[in-house]
Nanobody, 124 residues
């Protein structure tokens, strides 16, 4: 079975940076498409960033574009999310996902595997 494990999040000051990682284990394809989502209390799970099997194809939510960077190391089955210029509205539980099953990368229903989530809190 495939498992995804996110690194520990944390408390960050506004304007600060934090890098999350997500390591996969089990039978996942080493070149699997990967994504990050986030969810704040009382809100829907929100798309953050996507990276395809080819790293030439990357998409970001408008809310994080220019501030966040998604990357991965295929051979190690690890995906990263570098978060810069953090704002209080970035506060959420962040989830990594893998195995895109359809073309809509922003729909969480199209992913086969999920991590347990990690809390990121941004304060002034």
């Amino acid at each position: 079975q495939v498992q995804l494990v996110e690194s520990e999040g944390g408390l960050v000051q506004t304007g600060g940076s934090l890098r999350l990682s997500c390591a996969a284990s089990g039978g996942i394809e080493v070149q699997s498409a990967r994504a990050w989502f986030r969810q704040a209390p009382g809100k829907e799970r929100e798309f953050v960033a996507f990276i395809a099997c080819s790293t030439d194809t990357i998409y970001y939510a408008d809310s994080v574009k220019g501030r966040f960077i998604i990357s991965k190391i295929n051979a190690e089955k690890v995906v990263y999310l570098e978060m810069n210029s953090l704002k209080p509205e970035d506060t959420a539980v962040y989830y990594c996902a893998a195995q895109l099953r359809h073309n809509d990368y922003a729909d969480p229903a199209n992913y086969g595997y999920w991590g347990q989530g990690t809390q990121v809190t941004v304060s002034s």
